[in-house]
């Protein structure tokens, strides 16, 4: 068993011990009805090799993790130009939050809010269907993880439909000020499936890889991003990934991460691993509670954060 096996297994052990695990996500009922209690854990290392450990094979909503795989998608479309349209600085702000978005002409502070995702969600949509638009990016994951099951789960991506008041006020708001090209319904449409997409940690994990290894996926050796535009994703995700919680996340973890409602978090230890946590509990940001934890006793046994053990 190698050293990395055997943090793995401990930190499972540990996390299963914990009582307070925040509260699950209680917005629409199919997320409501998680158990707080599951925990997986998968570390994919740079050989390709998987740690694994408790709920690593189950899926659960990755939500706002998708926004790292639309944001990659959109930077490929529209290269830099993608910048006129959302910025790159932490928002110190919760997730859906709207009171920037006067101040600052419509232009979202970063990809990684929901306002900013749903305006890059808009540059994947421009000039496809709505359908075509969900498919490339339902392919993308599929192809990332190596795993064509994976899919939408149509019931939550109903229920965001149906009660994302919020959302449509975002995207509304920056429809006005002309950030969005395309009809508000379908944007969002297209936003709230790739939120509602499931997957495990494992395939997670895998599919993060490219980001851990210069742009491209050390086992197969295809170039999925430029060495310099997985950097720069990697600074996106240390900076807002985690909302107003991002700060702390650094300070604790110390690797780019990305968090979703479901209670996921990708976290990329460059050169090293790609990481996927899930325990659905929330912190009051809306981040994993125990996943944060986990993450930050990875680190610290592997010695993987990006500024030094
Ligand atoms: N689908 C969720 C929303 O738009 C995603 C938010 C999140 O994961 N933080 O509200």
Same mark, same amino acid.
């Given at each position: 068993?190698?050293? *990395?096996?055997?943090?793995?297994?401990?930190?499972?052990?540990?996390?299963?011990?914990?009582?307070?695990?925040?509260?699950?996500?209680?917005?629409?009922?199919?997320?409501?009805?998680?158990?707080?209690?599951?925990?997986? @854990?998968?570390?994919?290392?740079?050989?390709?090799?998987?740690?694994?450990?408790?709920?690593?094979?189950?899926?659960?909503?990755?939500?706002?993790?998708?926004?790292?795989?639309? @944001?990659?998608?959109?930077?490929?479309?529209?290269?830099?130009? *993608?910048?006129?349209?959302?910025?790159?600085?932490?928002?110190?702000?919760?997730?859906? =939050?709207?009171?920037?978005? !006067?101040?600052?002409?419509?232009?979202?502070?970063?990809?990684?809010?929901?306002?900013?995702?749903?305006?890059?969600?808009?540059?994947?949509?421009?000039?496809?269907?709505?359908?075509?638009?969900?498919?490339?990016?339902?392919?993308?994951?599929?192809? @990332?993880?190596?795993?064509?099951?994976?899919?939408?789960?149509?019931?939550?991506?109903?229920?965001?439909?149906?009660?994302?008041?919020?959302?449509?006020?975002?995207?509304?708001?920056?429809?006005?000020?002309?950030?969005?090209?395309?009809?508000? !319904?379908?944007?969002?449409?297209?936003?709230?499936?790739?939120?509602?997409?499931?997957?495990?940690?494992?395939?997670?994990?895998?599919?993060?890889?490219?980001?851990?290894?210069?742009?491209?996926?050390?086992?197969?050796?295809? =170039?999925?991003?430029?060495?310099?535009?997985?950097?720069?994703?990697?600074?996106?995700?240390?900076?807002?990934?985690?909302?107003?919680? =991002?700060?702390?996340?650094?300070?604790?973890?110390?690797?780019?991460?990305?968090?979703?409602?479901?209670?996921?978090? @990708?976290?990329?230890?460059?050169?090293?691993?790609?990481?996927?946590?899930?325990?659905?509990?929330?912190?009051?940001?809306?981040?994993?509670? *125990?996943?944060?934890?986990?993450?930050?006793?990875?680190?610290?046994?592997?010695?993987?954060?990006?500024?030094?053990?």
């Amino acid at each position: 068993m190698s050293q *990395l096996d055997e943090v793995v297994g401990e930190i499972a052990d540990e996390m299963r011990r914990h009582t307070d695990r925040g509260d699950v996500a209680s917005y629409i009922p199919e997320l409501a009805r998680v158990d707080p209690g599951a925990f997986g @854990l998968a570390v994919v290392d740079a050989e390709g090799n998987v740690a694994a450990a408790g709920d690593a094979d189950v899926p659960f909503s990755i939500q706002s993790i998708s926004k790292v795989f639309t @944001l990659t998608l959109a930077l490929g479309k529209a290269g830099d130009r *993608l910048w006129r349209r959302v910025g790159r600085e932490p928002s110190g702000s919760p997730f859906n =939050s709207i009171v920037q978005l !006067e101040r600052e002409k419509g232009i979202p502070r970063n990809p990684f809010i929901n306002a900013g995702a749903i305006a890059v969600t808009d540059v994947i949509l421009s000039g496809h269907q709505p359908r075509e638009a969900l498919g490339e990016i339902l392919r993308f994951m599929q192809a @990332l993880a190596d795993d064509p099951a994976i899919a939408i789960d149509r019931a939550v991506a109903a229920s965001e439909q149906r009660t994302g008041f919020r959302n449509a006020a975002l995207a509304n708001y920056m429809k006005s000020f002309g950030v969005l090209e395309n009809p508000v !319904e379908f944007t969002l449409g297209v936003y709230f499936h790739h939120c509602a997409i499931a997957m495990s940690c494992r395939q997670l994990a895998t599919a993060g890889r490219f980001l851990a290894h210069l742009g491209r996926n050390p086992t197969t050796g295809m =170039s999925i991003v430029s060495p310099e535009r997985a950097r720069r994703i990697n600074a996106i995700m240390l900076t807002c990934g985690h909302y107003d919680g =991002s700060g702390e996340f650094a300070y604790r973890v110390g690797l780019p991460g990305k968090s979703g409602v479901g209670g996921g978090i @990708l976290a990329i230890a460059p050169g090293k691993a790609s990481i996927a946590v899930w325990s659905p509990g929330l912190d009051a940001a809306g981040n994993s509670h *125990l996943g944060r934890i986990a993450l930050e006793a990875l680190t610290k046994r592997m010695g993987w954060s990006v500024f030094g053990t």
